[in-house]
C-alpha cells in the first residue's frame, strides 16, 4: 500500500484531554467528546477505503496500545506520539510512514468534523501533482498536511497553536519551492464557543 493516512488522537482519559472544553463539559464530558470525535473521524477515513487503499495509522498520547486497539480495533496500526511540540511530532510521523516504504502520507487530528472522506481523497489525488497539500483552518493553521517525502524544514519555528502557523508553513514551503494544493477551508473544534459545528453530528 503506497498511501498511508495518520490520525493524531489522544486516550480519551477525563482530566487530560480537551481541557479547554472542561469549564463547560466537565472533565467526563471533555474526555467523551474527545472519544466521539476520534470515533467520527476515524468513520471517515474508513470510508475512504471505497476509493482505494490506504493504510490507517493512530498516533496516540495517554493509554497504550493494548488500550487503544481495544477501543478503536485490532487492524489498525497504533504508535505513541514522541514527546516534543506538535512539529516534532508530524516530523517523526513522516519520516516513518517513508521508511515503511508508503509514498504519500497525509496526517489529520480529530478536531475537524466537517472533513469527509471525500475531501480526503481529494487530498491523496492532489498529492499526484502537488509537494505539499494543506486543509487550511478558519483559526490561521491547517486541519491536514500531506507530503510525498520528508521536508523537515516545514515543521521547525513554526508556533505552533497561534493563527499563524498556515502564513508561516506556507512561507517555509515557497522557499523551498514547493508546490502547494489546498483543501477547503473548514472550522476546528477547539473552544467551548466552537461546539455548536459539534451539534449536527449528535
Not at 480495533?73 to 516534543?84: D, E, L, R, V
Not at 504519500?104 to 481529494?122: A, F, M, Y
Not at 497539500?133 to 483559526?139: K, M, N
Request: proline residues 3%.
Amino acid at each position: 500500500m503506497e498511501k498511508c493516512l495518520i490520525i493524531f488522537s489522544r486516550y480519551p482519559e477525563p482530566g487530560k484531554t480537551k481541557t479547554r472544553m472542561i469549564p463547560v463539559l466537565g472533565a467526563t464530558g471533555a474526555a467523551n467528546l474527545q472519544r466521539q470525535m476520534t470515533e467520527h473521524t476515524l468513520k471517515q477515513v474508513q470510508q475512504l477505503q471505497q476509493f482505494g487503499s490506504v493504510e490507517i495509522e493512530i498516533h496516540f498520547t495517554g493509554g497504550n496500545h493494548q488500550l487503544m486497539s481495544e477501543w478503536l480495533g485490532k487492524n489498525i496500526a497504533y504508535y505513541s506520539q514522541i514527546t516534543g511540540d506538535l512539529g516534532k511530532k508530524m516530523e517523526f510521523a513522516f519520516a516513518q510512514a517513508f521508511n515503511r516504504g508508503k509514498q504519500k502520507v497525509v496526517i489529520i487530528g480529530i478536531d475537524c468534523p466537517d472533513l469527509n472522506s471525500l475531501i480526503l481523497k481529494t487530498a491523496f489525488v492532489a498529492l499526484q501533482q502537488q509537494d505539499l497539500v494543506l486543509g487550511v483552518a478558519e483559526d490561521g493553521g491547517y486541519y491536514l498536511i500531506g507530503l510525498n517525502r520528508l521536508v523537515p524544514e516545514l515543521f521547525k519555528n513554526i508556533s505552533w497553536g497561534s493563527g499563524r502557523v498556515l502564513a508561516q508553513t506556507e512561507a517555509i514551503a515557497k522557499q523551498l519551492g514547493l508546490n502547494i494544493g489546498y483543501l477547503p477551508q473548514l472550522r476546528d473544534i477547539d473552544r467551548p464557543e466552537d461546539l455548536s459545528i459539534w451539534q449536527k453530528y449528535q
